[in-house]
């Protein structure tokens, strides 16, 4: 479950190119030298970066909706990405 | 739990911006018009984006290592964010 | 014959566009603000700055070729941009 | 007298990081490869690319001025980069 640099910056690289951000995505790829790493990108699903942070969110959300003993808080409040 | 664009790009220009990736982080900047949303930066903890990635694995894991009866799967192998 | 920065950029802003360097382009007239100035664009033949440097090389092997005393020297070395 | 690319894109690579346009010269020094000519850059004097241009206006200039009967125009009038 570790998280590799080079892959997050893959995921971003990708990010950048599927969301229309061509400067960006050049940029980036020059200053991350995403594209000399060992990833084999035919193993990216397209948004997978926005993928797995909506599971991300949903760990945190099922964190936040469970009580110490185990019951299910119904009321637990909508989470967002950034609050 | 929806995620909205200008959230994911404000995590993005983020972590481009605290992983040294300056000339990406402004080229970013300038082509999302990131800094033009309404979201109060001062939220963003740092290594946000890192974190709910993390979150993400995690969920993914759990998923993986419960089985449809709900048995808890000893031998669930690792999982990495691309794979 | 002043040189305003905002004309200089310009005729860069253009070279970058028209030499293909789009990434270039894109960041400086985001960097320098180019397309806020008032120059009319229509103005500017292409090839601009490339021109106006051969001019300016005309200009210095002039100067080279004339002697103090007016007369031409016929053996004036060739000149290059840098050299 | 000839321009060689490489050295009208050394001109504009030291003319962008000295007017202090940093994003655009990282990404131009990526985008042109202008890193790796073999152009001596100590041979490159500080404000080379605003010097020549002016040689290039002073060159039209002194055309503009010549009638063709070699009579000087006084009245000629001045120039600006771009008219």
């Given at each position: 479950m570790s998280i590799k640099s080079d892959e997050v910056n893959f995921l971003v690289y990708r990010y950048l190119l599927e969301s229309?951000?061509?400067h960006s995505a050049y940029t980036f790829?020059?200053?991350s030298h995403v594209?000399?790493?060992s990833i084999n990108s035919t193993q990216i699903p397209p948004g997978a970066l926005i993928s797995v942070i909506q599971k991300?969110?949903?760990y945190?959300?099922?964190e936040v909706s469970?009580?110490?003993d185990g019951t299910?808080?119904?009321d637990?409040?909508?989470?967002s990405l950034i609050d």
């Open positions: 229309g951000f061509q790829s020059q200053e594209k000399h790493t991300g969110l949903q945190v959300e099922a469970i009580a110490e299910i808080l119904e637990a409040p909508p989470l």
